[in-house]
């Protein structure tokens, strides 16, 4: 009796350490999909997923992609980048990229030399969430 005890308690660890492994393979991850020479500088939760803004120097622009936090499953993603401005009106065009997909929404460029900027996303949320005015250069 003692050693089926001991099997089942080997069996229930092993399906819990499975089922541990299996969430923390799927987190969102920045796969440099804004193009070589481009850094993260900042990070931002967006709900379902995360928003990446990286940084070129050598191309002296800023790029934003949304990751979802499981990739490979389509989410509805948003991604958000321009100069910074007083309003708060998004309008549709180069500075949105909102839709589902299955890997990243974006990726946006802008050049802020000088400038600061606003910039974020959504993930699986109706909630989108903006930094203004923010990484002046």
Do not use: F
Request: hydrophobic letters at 35%.
């Amino acid at each position: 009796m003692k050693r089926l005890g001991s099997v089942a308690a080997v069996i229930g660890l092993a399906a819990a350490g499975t089922i541990a492994a299996t969430g923390t393979a799927s987190a969102a991850t920045y796969a440099g999909t804004c193009g070589s020479g481009y850094s993260v500088i900042d990070t931002m939760d967006v709900g379902e997923g995360t928003a990446y803004l990286t940084y070129s120097s050598s191309s002296g622009k800023n790029c934003v992609v949304t990751v979802p936090d499981r990739t490979g499953t389509p989410t509805v993603l948003d991604a958000r980048l321009r100069l910074h401005r007083t309003d708060t009106v998004w309008k549709q065009g180069v500075e949105v990229d909102y839709g589902t997909y299955s890997y990243y929404a974006g990726p946006l460029y802008v050049s802020a030399a000088g400038r600061c900027i606003d910039w974020g996303g959504a993930a699986a949320s109706n909630y989108t969430r903006v930094d203004y005015g923010v990484h002046c250069g």
